[in-house]
């Protein structure tokens, strides 16, 4: 179970994440409901093309070193990687988006100040998840565009998912 390797003062916040997910699920998982911080910032970087996959290098290897820094110390008092990597996380998120994945976060996160950090910190720590799950860096960063990251599919390296699926919806898997 994933939340054994929660200390146990989070493990009210992580039930909170597993029904917020659960609600991800019984509504559809569009985010239509609610406008998010994703949604509300455009990419104005004029940087070259964009990857039209993960697998093509949608992130930078700098981007994704600033969010492993950041992960150390804003999100690693409450988390380790290893809950973002591998098995764990492709059980709560394939099939879904990185611009769901970065919604999410941006609205829960940090616990003590959710959607308090500046998008820029949120894209690079949603880098540096990709990363630990084996995603190439490509040259340009990972930018704030909403419809673009509503466009990059998780699916273990590999695999495609051709239509859009709310978290485990092509499985039947819950979150």
């Known amino acids: 179970m994933i939340l054994r390797s929660f200390r146990s003062p989070f493990r009210a916040s992580a039930l909170a994440l597993v029904a917020l997910f659960a609600g991800c699920a019984a509504s559809g998982g569009d985010g239509s409901s609610a406008p998010s911080p994703a949604a509300s910032v455009s990419d104005d970087s004029g940087e070259g093309a964009r990857a039209a996959t993960l697998a093509d290098g949608a992130f930078s290897a700098e981007q994704a070193s600033r969010g492993g820094e950041l992960f150390g110390q804003v999100c690693g008092e409450c988390h380790a990687a290893r809950e973002f990597r591998g098995t764990d996380f492709f059980f709560a ?32 720590l949603a880098a540096y998840v990709l990363q630990l799950n084996e995603f190439p860096a490509g040259e340009a ?20 998912h051709p239509a859009p699926a709310v978290h485990g919806a092509t499985t039947g898997r819950r979150p």
């Open 93 to 124: 998120w394939e099939g879904s988006t990185v611009g769901r994945f970065v919604q999410v976060v941006s609205e829960t996160m940090p616990e003590d100040d959710p959607g308090g950090l500046p998008m820029e910190q949120y894209l690079a």
């Open 141 to 160: 960063a990972l930018p704030a565009d909403a419809e673009y990251l509503a466009t990059l599919r998780i699916a273990r390296p590999g695999e495609t």
